[in-house]
Antibody, heavy 119, light 110 residues
Framework: QVQVVESGGAVVQPGRSLRLSCAGS????????MHWVRQAPGKGMEWVAV????????YYADSVKGRFIISKDNSKNTTYLQMNSLRLEDTAVYYC????????????WGQGTLVMVSS | QTVVTQEPSFSVSPGGTVTLTCALS?????????PSWYQQTPGQAPRALIH???TRSSGVPDRFSGSILGDKAALTITGAQADDESDYYC??????????FGGGTKVTVL
């Protein structure tokens, strides 16, 4: 079945870097873009970034622009989120979700991976 | 700064009907924002319910429906069931590769 699975979450100190991965399966990975969405503990969801199907365009929320980089390796069926200069407020569960074509929605979602920024 | 507002919480009786809304601080929500709705139950991955304003995702029961009500996007649950007790999020596409989530609505069925 179509699914996406995140990995790479960890406890990291402020100012350090971390890379998350999102593996897609059950569909033509190169034909779809991918989003990252995060949810801080006890809070609502926040859209973080998206990459087009071919990796040619990336878009970011203002809160992470200049610090996070989204990339896509279609040969490995994997999307990445490189998170640099991490802050305490970046602590969250990070979800990846497939960008479902020209109708601008998210499906399916992964189970999420926890990133905790703590000194 | 653009903000999307949802009701913080709603309570509905089993078998009852509830309508959740999604408002945009900068103006009216229209189909051009491609409103979509997601259900999040604790411990589970979020699940897509509605996209493109009123199209149900595959496998979603027809008691869930989406629409534009006045100047807001809306999600209606008709004939609520116990397992509809969840958090519900709307998402709007603002254009230029930017999406924004509403703050979410917690629905209690009792």
């Amino acid at each position: 079945q179509v699914q996406v699975v995140e990995s790479g979450g960890a406890v990291v100190q402020p100012g350090r870097s971390l890379r998350l991965s999102c593996a897609g399966s059950g569909y033509s990975f190169s034909g779809y873009g991918m989003h990252w969405v995060r949810q801080a503990p006890g809070k609502g969801m926040e859209w973080v970034a998206v990459i087009t199907h071919d990796g040619s365009r990336q878009y970011y929320a203002d809160s992470v622009k200049g610090r996070f980089i989204i990339s896509k390796d279609n040969s490995k069926n994997t999307t990445y989120l490189q998170m640099n200069s991490l802050r305490l407020e970046d602590t969250a569960v990070y979800y990846c979700a497939r960008w479902y074509g020209s109708t601008y929605w998210f499906d399916p979602w992964g189970q999420g991976t926890l990133v905790m920024v703590s000194s | 700064q653009t903000v999307v507002t949802q009701e913080p919480s709603f309570s509905v009786s089993p078998g009852g009907t509830v309508t959740l809304t999604c408002a945009l601080s900068s103006g009216s929500v229209s189909t051009n924002y491609y409103p979509s709705w997601y259900q999040q139950t604790p411990g589970q991955a979020p699940r897509a319910l509605i996209h493109s304003t009123d199209t149900r995702s595959s496998g979603v029961p027809d008691r869930f429906s989406g629409s534009i009500l006045g100047d807001k996007a809306a999600l209606t649950i008709t004939g609520a069931q116990a397992d509809d007790e969840s958090d519900y999020y709307c998402v709007l596409y603002l254009g230029n590769g930017v999406w924004i989530f509403g703050g979410g609505t917690k629905v209690t069925v009792l």
